[in-house]
């Protein structure tokens, strides 16, 4: 096994190779094209969902460099709360965006994604699903002004929703090296454990020893001993490493 997330003084779980999910997650309903991201797609497609606004026009680059945008990534359902600050330039990609929130989460990053936002959805092109292609589209276009919300999805069988905040709006700082994390609460949990539901469950078998479950669980994580598993634990050095591992 290779562990792709943090274990003992690491800020999330090691986990499985991407590709297997956990044999009691893997035939849920939220892992088949029944997804709750596929079905509320297709329905806002079969309800003839509102057109989303215009697209606003890209940064240009006789506008002089961009400013920085304070983002809070929540994710939903998560008891206690689960979420990251992090400071991104606000010309970043959509796509690079994508690539930054999986490494302030720990997620590998092998699952479909997408952005819903007030101008569309955007990930991965796909036709049937409504979405458009991200990577020429930015952050300030689908998020203009402080306080503007979206919703961003990671695996749609997990279904990892995260929402994202605009806290602040700050002046460029070409000092200040980007994107970055300044924050956060508590280690993301390991992908493919069966969404909110099936971390909360994981949580639960790991604190008690006598479960019947406790062994088998430790080891589809990689982990020796449940003392490694520390989902209270938030490493802002261990993120901002991976951050910078992007660049």
């Not at 999986?102 to 036709?127: K, P, S």
């Not at 994202?164 to 993301?188: F, M, N, Q, Y």
């Not at 490493?241 to 660049?247: E, I, P």
Request: charged share 25%.
């Amino acid at each position: 096994m290779v562990p792709a997330c943090e274990a003992g003084r690491a800020e999330r779980q090691p986990a499985r190779p991407h590709a297997q999910a956990h044999p009691r997650y893997a035939a849920h309903p939220s892992r088949t094209s029944g997804s709750p991201l596929r079905r509320r797609s297709l329905d806002f497609l079969a309800a003839g969902r509102a057109q989303p606004a215009k697209l606003p026009a890209k940064r240009k680059k006789t506008a002089g460099p961009a400013p920085v945008y304070q983002l809070k990534v929540s994710m939903r359902g998560a008891k206690p709360p689960i979420w990251r600050r992090l400071l991104v330039p606000a010309d970043i990609s959509l796509a690079r965006l994508h690539a930054t929130i999986g490494a302030a989460f720990g997620w590998h990053g092998g699952h479909m994604h997408v952005f819903e936002t007030a101008y569309g959805d955007f990930g991965r092109a796909d036709r049937e699903l409504g979405h458009r292609a991200g990577g020429s589209v930015t952050l300030e276009q689908v998020a203009p002004e402080v306080k503007d919300k979206f919703r961003y999805t990671y695996d749609f069988g997990d279904d990892w929703v995260h929402d994202i905040l605009v806290e602040k709006v700050l002046a460029p700082d070409p000092s200040t090296d980007h994107p970055r994390c300044i924050g956060g609460k508590r280690a993301a949990p390991p992908d493919d454990c069966g969404g909110i539901w099936g971390y909360q469950e994981l949580v639960e078998v790991l604190a008690d020893p006598a479960h019947p479950e406790h062994d088998e669980r430790l080891e589809w994580l990689g982990l020796a001993d449940a003392s490694q598993f520390t989902p209270d634990t938030f490493d802002l050095e261990e993120v901002n490493r991976r951050l910078r591992a992007l660049h």
